[in-house]
């Protein structure tokens, strides 16, 4: 691992960028795509190296790096590209008849010095994303990527070093020490991805400086499977969706809402899933390519400790269960009888342990939804639109999707990100570059006055005033 930088580095590398800024806030459309272009071909041409790095942090499957990592960091880029002119563009705002003679518009921004801390599940797309917006909205930036992808921060760290000089961009590796450090200096912005726990740290290190955040975060994310639904198509998609990156997914859905009329044969197909997915020849889990591992020891304790707590409370497993410390090996795991007592069903798994439920009544089902905090995302399998519209309706959620998994982090046309303890602001696409841009409201007057409302208050000023109030 990167050795940890010394304060003074840190001070001096935010306080080059401070005095960059300004310049960085004058580029346009053209140089700023130029830069995220850089990266585009940086990436394009070293995919192999982030394969690697990423089978060495905790055995990324190659293909879940091309799907989970570059797919939607090539397409933020794509879009990114083709409107930010567009974005960057001053918005015509309407004038009310009492203000006639004054033009209103909109303009954006750059906040100015933006921190990004990027976290280790998806350690390459959740720190070179954020930073394409950034870059787009015309600041400077310091990335923190996580020591717990040791090489992937560093493969990160080469990779600005080669693309930016430091006062544009900068990447400190280390521990928590360095993020500490990082949290002290006076951002404008500051963009992290990473648990609600660690968000609140970020949030009151913020509000020393009265910084704006961007908290993308998680929680426990229910999918409900009702008796409407496509049973095999569910258990297909939520066995991927569970499984992704070994469960290592803010998004992924953390436990199952099943109607009991079709338990039995959801549970079936899920099982069915699973094998055709991870051992199709009869192999152990444990030897499939496809499979990530647990990204070290203390998070393959705590997953393992949640199954061991729900074993001595009472559930059941019913599917899998086998794990091996040495590996930091959990197979996909199916828990039965789980009460809301359980660890499992208190703390984000974050690990390939599946909680299933059964539910009679819908309203049941949304009672246990809605007694957890706002969750990231929430997952509906259901054929019946008046079903969908119900839950929607009595429900809140960052986004939602209904007859599928995962797949609103791939469309840069919808707001991806929480609510309350899930998450604060929203990325993707135009709503990554408001994030790291503040929303200037300007007016200017072409003609006329105001003078006719102002002191001294006579009767012939109060009704113009009083006419004003009534038609503005």
Known sequence: MTAVQPKTDIQTTFDLQRRHAPHMALTTANQ???????????????????????????????????????????????????????WMKPRSLPTPLALTGTKSYLVHEPKGNVLIISPWNYPFVLAIRPLVSAIAAGNVAILKPSEMAPNTAGLISRMITEL??????????????????????????????????????????????????????????PALVDESANVKQAAQQLAWGKCLNNGQTCIAPDYLL??????????????????AMYSPDGQPVAVSDSYARIVNNRHFTRIRGLLDDAQAKGATITLGGQTDASQNFIEP????????????????????????????????????????????????????????QYVLDRTSAGDTVINDTLVQFGNVELPFGGV???????????????????????????????????????DRVKKLINFLVKHV
Request: glycine share 8%.
């Open 258 to 275: 099943v109607h009991a009329s079709i338990k039995e044969p959801f549970m079936q197909a899920l099982r069915g899933s699973l094998t």
């Open 420 to 458: 309350n303890n899930s998450g604060i602001g929203k990325s993707n696409g135009y709503f990554s570059f408001q994030e790291f841009t503040n929303q200037r409201g300007v007016m200017q007057r072409d003609f006329g006055t105001m003078k006719f409302i102002y002191p001294p208050y006579t």
């Open 164 to 221: 930016f000089p430091t006062e544009e961009v900068a990447v400190f590796e280390g521990d928590a020490e360095v993020s500490k450090a990082l949290l002290e200096l006076p951002f404008n912005h500051i963009f992290f991805t990473g648990s609600p726990a660690v968000g609140r740290v970020v949030m009151t290190a913020a509000a020393k400086h009265l910084a704006s955040v961007t908290l993308e975060l998680g929680g426990k994310s």
């Open 32 to 86: 700023r795509i130029e830069r995220i272009r850089r990266i585009q071909g940086w990436v394009s041409s070293h995919e192999a190296d982030i394969q690697r790095v990423m089978f060495d942090d905790f055995r990324k499957p190659s293909a879940e790096v091309m799907l989970g990592e570059l797919m939607a960091l090539y397409a933020e880029i794509k879009y990114t590209v083709a409107h930010l002119k567009r």
């Open 333 to 388: 795991t199916v828990l039965e009888g789980v009460t809301g007592d359980m660890q499992v069903m208190q703390d984000e798994i974050f690990g390939p342990i599946l909680p299933v439920l059964t539910y009679t009544n819908l309203d049941d089902a949304l009672r246990i939804i809605n007694q957890h905090e706002k969750p990231l995302a929430l997952y509906i399998h259901s054929r019946n639109r008046k079903t969908t």
